[in-house]
């Protein structure tokens, strides 16, 4: 066992992993942050996404001990200061850009990734970048619509699918 030590949400954490610890069993297990889902354990569907050090990455795919002493973001540290959703949670939420809630850490933290780098994106562009996550339940469209409501655009002429 090794410890590995990184900043978590703005917060020094630290734990005991084997070498072979994958990033997204670290954070559920021993960090007992149980927001970042594991859907597939292969990077296939997305639900484990988190940032780290600024880039979005599949957490299942890399190991904690990668992670010493990086800059890791998760789904819990989405929400604004005052525990209030931010821009892109709250576009979920009134554009029902969630159903069942499995994939929904994933695809926030995608848009998230998104939104940083790309402010306006157009329908084409969210939906290509949300090619990395998988969602059984709501056929994208207003996850779609979501994201691009958190980018300020105007979402009225995204037409379903």
Same mark, same amino acid.
């Given at each position: 066992?090794?410890?590995?030590?990184?900043?978590?949400?703005?917060?020094?954490?630290? #734990?005991? /992993? =084997?070498?072979?610890?994958? *990033?997204?069993?670290?954070?559920?297990?021993?960090? !007992?942050?149980? %927001?970042?889902?594991?859907?597939?354990?292969?990077?296939?569907?997305?639900?484990?996404?988190?940032?780290?050090?600024?880039?979005?990455?599949?957490?299942?795919?890399?190991?904690?001990?990668?992670?010493?002493?990086?800059?890791?973001?998760?789904?819990? #540290?989405? /929400? =604004?200061?005052?525990?209030? *959703?931010?821009?892109?949670?709250?576009?979920?939420? !009134?554009?029902? %850009?969630?159903?069942?809630?499995?994939?929904?850490?994933?695809?926030?933290?995608?848009?998230?990734?998104?939104?940083?780098?790309?402010?306006?994106?157009?329908?084409?562009?969210?939906?290509?970048?949300?090619?990395?996550?998988?969602?059984?339940?709501? #056929?994208?469209?207003?996850?779609?619509?979501?994201?691009?409501?958190?980018?300020?655009?105007?979402?009225?002429?995204?037409?379903?699918?």
């Amino acid at each position: 066992m090794t410890t590995v030590s990184m900043t978590v949400n703005g917060r020094p954490m630290s #734990g005991e /992993a =084997e070498g072979r610890t994958l *990033l997204s069993s670290f954070l559920r297990e021993t960090l !007992e942050l149980t %927001g970042t889902h594991v859907g597939c354990d292969t990077g296939q569907c997305g639900a484990c996404t988190v940032h780290v050090n600024g880039k979005s990455v599949k957490s299942c795919n890399m190991l904690a001990m990668e992670a010493e002493g990086a800059e890791v973001s998760t789904i819990e #540290g989405q /929400a =604004e200061a005052d525990g209030s *959703l931010n821009a892109i949670q709250a576009a979920f939420q !009134e554009h029902h %850009g969630l159903q069942c809630g499995f994939c929904t850490p994933g695809m926030v933290m995608s848009a998230a990734a998104l939104l940083k780098d790309n402010p306006r994106p157009s329908e084409a562009e969210v939906r290509k970048y949300l090619s990395g996550n998988l969602c059984r339940c709501t #056929g994208y469209h207003n996850i779609v619509k979501a994201i691009m409501a958190a980018s300020g655009q105007d979402v009225s002429a995204i037409a379903a699918e």
